[in-house]
């Protein structure tokens, strides 16, 4: 069960999204949900890319509220299984409470784990730059502010950082968004696991207000842009 201190930020992220309903619907209409300097269109996919096969693999991406990208990627093709969680601090501090107060170095987190023989690395990011996270906000994802919602990739090796610098390099050339993308690429220092409740949470509360206007938007757009990447029912972890 959520402590009070979580149960409050819930309510007051809800309360955010539902007092910027009207603003928020024609936002994520024009940009298909992923962001107010977002391309309406599917981008551009890797030049450079990992290559196709072998065991399962690790992503870890943070975008923002951790339960709109849990839940884009859940409905991906070739991908087994999604976490919500932690990443970028310390154990000690994996916390929502203390993840909350944006003073730990974590950031908002999804841990993938995929077939690469389905779907690769580089199509990975394609995804999350497309339709799960606007990559030009700084420390924040609207309406969500604070270091704790930025952009960042976490690569698991050399060959994950080298698909992740040069995607951004590529999308930066072609000036596919009118600002620079501002995510950032470092190693993964730990993934840490978010409390049960965060789990799904896209899933079990279609309804509820922040869902409703930001994320469900976002899975909306993966199934129109990459139609056959998605899968209508979700993997998930509960």
Same mark, same amino acid.
């Given at each position: 069960?959520?402590?009070?201190? $979580?149960?409050?930020?819930?309510?007051?992220? $809800?309360?955010?999204?539902?007092? /910027?309903?009207?603003? $928020?619907?024609?936002?994520?209409?024009?940009?298909? @949900?992923?962001?107010?300097?977002?391309?309406?269109?599917?981008?551009?996919?890797?030049?450079?890319?990992?290559?196709?096969? @072998?065991?399962?693999?690790?992503?870890?991406?943070?975008?923002?509220?951790?339960?709109?990208?849990?839940?884009?990627? *859940?409905?991906?093709?070739?991908?087994?299984?999604?976490? /919500?969680?932690?990443?970028? =601090?310390?154990?000690?501090? /994996?916390?929502?409470?203390?993840?909350?107060?944006?003073?730990? @170095?974590?950031? *908002?987190?999804?841990? %993938?784990?995929?077939?690469?023989?389905?779907?690769? &690395? =580089?199509? %990975?990011?394609?995804?999350?730059?497309?339709?799960?996270?606007?990559?030009?906000?700084?420390?924040?994802?609207?309406?969500?502010?604070?270091?704790? &919602?930025?952009?960042?990739?976490?690569?698991?090796?050399?060959?994950?950082?080298?698909?992740?610098?040069?995607?951004?390099?590529?999308?930066?050339?072609?000036?596919? !968004?009118?600002?620079?993308? /501002?995510?950032?690429?470092?190693?993964?220092?730990? !993934?840490?696991?978010? *409390? #049960?409740?965060?789990? #799904?949470?896209?899933?079990?509360?279609?309804?509820?207000?922040? %869902?409703?206007?930001?994320?469900?938007?976002?899975?909306?757009?993966?199934?129109?842009? !990459?139609?056959?990447?998605?899968?209508?029912?979700?993997?998930?972890?509960?």
């Amino acid at each position: 069960m959520a402590s009070t201190t $979580a149960s409050t930020n819930l309510r007051s992220r $809800a309360s955010r999204a539902a007092g /910027a309903l009207l603003l $928020a619907i024609p936002l994520l209409t024009g940009c298909l @949900g992923a962001g107010p300097t977002q391309a309406a269109s599917r981008l551009p996919a890797p030049a450079f890319d990992a290559p196709a096969g @072998g065991v399962m693999q690790t992503a870890v991406l943070s975008g923002g509220c951790f339960w709109g990208v849990q839940g884009v990627f *859940e409905h991906v093709r070739g991908v087994k299984q999604v976490l /919500a969680g932690y990443d970028g =601090g310390k154990r000690a501090t /994996a916390d929502y409470d203390l993840v909350s107060t944006g003073t730990t @170095g974590h950031a *908002e987190s999804v841990r %993938i784990v995929f077939d690469p023989r389905q779907i690769s &690395y =580089g199509q %990975i990011l394609q995804i999350f730059f497309s339709v799960a996270t606007d990559p030009t906000q700084v420390n924040r994802q609207f309406p969500d502010d604070g270091p704790q &919602y930025r952009s960042e990739i976490f690569y698991a090796n050399l060959l994950q950082k080298e698909v992740a610098e040069r995607y951004i390099a590529q999308l930066n050339t072609a000036k596919v !968004f009118s600002r620079p993308i /501002a995510t950032r690429v470092d190693p993964d220092s730990g !993934f840490f696991r978010a *409390e #049960d409740y965060h789990q #799904d949470y896209l899933v079990r509360h279609p309804d509820q207000p922040y %869902i409703a206007t930001y994320d469900l938007p976002k899975v909306a757009s993966l199934k129109a842009m !990459f139609p056959g990447d998605y899968r209508p029912t979700p993997v998930t972890v509960l």
